[in-house]
Structure formats: C-alpha cells, structure tokens
C-alpha cells in the first residue's frame, strides 16, 4: 500500500464527509429551536446547489479519482449528501419558512438601494429573491474573472463549469456571515456549520499541498491556483473562527462577535 496516495484520497474523503456534517447540523439547528431563525436561506441554498454541482462532476470525468480507496465511496458520500441538502431545503421552505427572519438575510440589498434600483416601500426590500439575483450574478461575474486567471485544457463550458462551483462556494457563506454580524451572537451548532466548512477548505488545501510530495514527477498545471482559492475561502472564514475560538476559550454558551461581552 502507497501510504501517501492513501493519505490523498482520505483528505478528499474528509473534505466531502465535512460538507455532509454541515448538512446535519443544520437539521439539528432546525429540529432543536424549531425554528429558522439566524440562518440565511440565500447561504442553504447556495451551498446545496453546489453539492449539486458537485455531484455533477462525477459525470462529467471532473471529480478526484482514488488510488487506494475504493472508488465507489466517494459517488456514494456525494449523492446521500446532495439528497440531505435537498431534504435540509425543502424542510427549510415548507416547515420554516414563517421563522425565517428574510429582513437579516439582505445582503446584496443594499448594493440595489445605493444605487435606487429598489423603491424605498418596496417589498422586494425584504425578498430573498432579490437579494439572491445579487448574490448569483456576482458569482456569475466572479466565475468569469476566475476563468481568465484558472489554466485548464478543457473546452470553455467545462472549464466556466468548474469556474462557476468554484466561485459559488467561495459566495456561499457571505450572507450567512453578514446575518451572524447584525445579531453579534451565535449558537453553538450554527458556528459548527462554518467550522466543518472552514475543515472542509483544509483538507482541499492540503491534499494540494501534499500532491507533489506524494507524487513526485507530476504537478497538476492548476495546483497554484487552487491552493490560492482555498486559502482566500479560509480567510473569508478567518474573521468568525477567531471570534469561535475565543468565545471557546472563554467558556462562552454562544459564540460572541465583537470586542465585549456586551451585544
């Protein structure tokens, strides 16, 4: 057994078992306070199209193939966690729905009232429909930008393919911050959400910067980039993990953002 090529596929492994982990602690979000309050349907949404995406990938010959692991596990881990995120939504729109606080979860709202795009009475204020059509053309435009710097030999649908998921997760978990920093407070099983998805962003980081140890002749000619997304995702996330961390060592009940105990 080639431990290094082991070692390889269990940090792909990892990385997707980490999605499917945030995919639980939603639902146990939702099951506990029977209710949505605090989480951002723009965020959900998001992260379970790109699981779809993802699972996509499989067909398309995109997806990492394993050297040692049998390769049936990673199609498998992918399609139970696309299925939990569609049942994890469809709860959210059916049972949630009335809970669901849609005046915090507007970012991209703002950008439309900057420039008088919205009425100032208008319900599309509080739509996540119109705070989401900002959300999906920023990534659509991120996904472009991303396609001229991203050196790939497929054909341009399959590489914008790539470029669009890539971009949509780097997206994914912006207005669920933005929400977190309107109530300053977060529980406890939210916070895990975003900790499984900075894991998640380390063990892709890793398995990249592992690959050229573990195989020595090849260099994969989009590695660099790839080390250099999954590093700006983490610092995306940097921001609430230092507030996680220090609300864990102070031995707070919930996750405090800001410089005091005062909220």
Not at 21 to 41: C, D, E, H, P
Not at 212 to 240: C, H, K
Request: proline share 4%.
């Amino acid at each position: 057994m080639q431990w290094g090529e082991l070692l390889l596929d269990l940090l792909i492994n990892c990385s997707d078992l980490c999605i499917s982990g945030t995919f639980v602690v939603l639902f146990l979000q939702l099951r506990k306070n029977r209710s949505a309050a605090g989480l951002s349907l723009q965020t959900l949404s998001t992260i379970v199209g790109a699981r779809v995406i993802h699972l996509i990938s499989h067909g398309c010959g995109l997806h990492y193939v394993p050297n040692v692991l049998p390769w049936f596990i990673y199609p498998t881990i992918d399609v139970v966690s696309s299925c939990i995120g569609v049942a994890l939504l469809l709860s959210f729109v059916y049972y949630y729905y009335p809970s669901y606080e849609k005046e915090k979860d507007n970012f991209g709202i703002h950008i439309f009232e900057r420039f008088e795009l919205i009425p100032k009475n208008s319900p599309l204020r509080t739509s996540p429909f119109a705070a989401a059509s900002f959300l999906y053309v920023a990534v659509a435009i991120l996904a472009l930008l991303w396609y001229a710097v991203r050196k790939s030999q497929r054909t341009f649908l399959i590489s914008y393919f790539c470029c669009y998921y890539e971009a949509l997760g780097a997206m994914a978990l912006i207005p669920q911050l933005w929400m977190f920093h309107q109530d300053k407070r977060v529980s406890p099983l939210l916070a895990n959400f975003v900790v499984l998805t900075a894991l998640h962003r380390v063990f892709t980081l890793s398995f990249w910067i592992a690959y050229p140890r573990v195989f020595v002749w090849r260099y994969p000619d989009n590695r660099g980039i790839q080390m250099a997304s999954e590093t700006l995702n983490l610092l995306i996330l940097s921001d609430f993990l230092f507030y996680w961390v220090r609300s864990k060592i102070r031995g707070d009940s919930e996750i405090i953002l800001g410089d005091s105990y005062m909220v």
